[in-house]
């Protein structure tokens, strides 16, 4: 039972240059969501998706893109990625409103 | 706007004490609040959730009081360990959970 799982677990894009992290779970959860964490900052929402076929912005969305390509995947990308989106990204899962996150290990990213 | 505060100092303490740490918010009334341990290089885990009519809730050596009209909790760890050093998350919101900053434990022994 791997629970959270992310793809990559280290990258670094040059400037201008697109990719794609990757996240699918096995807990039969609805709720998906991407965090990215920066020094200081704590965890800041990107997007989250309360349930297949559904996304929604979170309070930094701007330069990515998501798709909830069904109940087990949620992937996240950077389209012409920029150096202030170096951080450590975290994909999480959540099966219901009251309950607990589980997180995913983390995507360490570095735009050059 | 919505804002968490925790100390951004480390905390630091001798094994045995009890280690404290603060989560303080604003403009925001939670129906409940978690928190959460991340190790480095790791994802957050689930420690602890208390609804807002809790005052206190207790799982083995952890301890979290939520106060509602202070908008504040307490996160209070009992007998620490150096294998409690860690950093501690505090979380609001009933659905798009938002984070604090984390204050980072250190237990020496």
């Known amino acids: 039972n791997a629970g959270v799982t992310q793809t990559p677990k280290f990258q670094v894009l040059k400037t201008g240059q697109s990719m794609t992290l990757q996240c699918a779970q096995d807990m039969n959860h609805n709720s998906m969501y991407w965090y990215r964490q920066d020094p200081g900052m704590g965890l800041r929402l990107i997007y989250y998706?309360?349930?297949?076929?559904?996304?929604d912005k979170g309070e930094v969305p701007n330069g990515y893109n998501v798709s909830r390509l069904n109940k087990r995947e949620f992937s996240l990308r950077l389209e012409s990625a920029a150096p202030s989106q170096t951080s450590v990204y975290f994909c999480?899962?959540?099966?219901?409103?009251?309950?607990?996150?589980?997180f995913g290990s983390g995507t360490q990213l570095s735009v050059l | 706007s919505q804002k968490i505060e925790q100390n951004s100092e480390a905390l630091n303490i001798q094994e045995g004490k009890t280690a404290t740490l603060t989560c303080n918010y604003t403009?925001?009334?939670?129906?409940?609040l978690q928190w959460y341990r991340q190790d480095p290089g790791r994802g957050p885990v689930f420690l602890l959730l208390i609804r807002e009519n809790e005052k206190e809730k207790r799982k083995e050596r952890l301890k979290v009081t939520f106060d509602t009209t202070l908008k504040q909790s307490l996160f209070h760890i009992t007998a620490s360990q150096p294998a409690d050093s860690a950093t501690y998350l505090c979380a609001l919101a009933p659905y798009k959970l938002i984070f604090g900053a984390g204050t980072r434990l250190a237990v020496h022994p």
């Open positions: 999480a899962t959540r099966g219901a409103t009251n309950e607990k996150l589980f």
């Open positions: 403009n925001y009334s939670p129906a409940y």
């Open positions: 998706s309360a349930s297949e076929g559904t996304t």
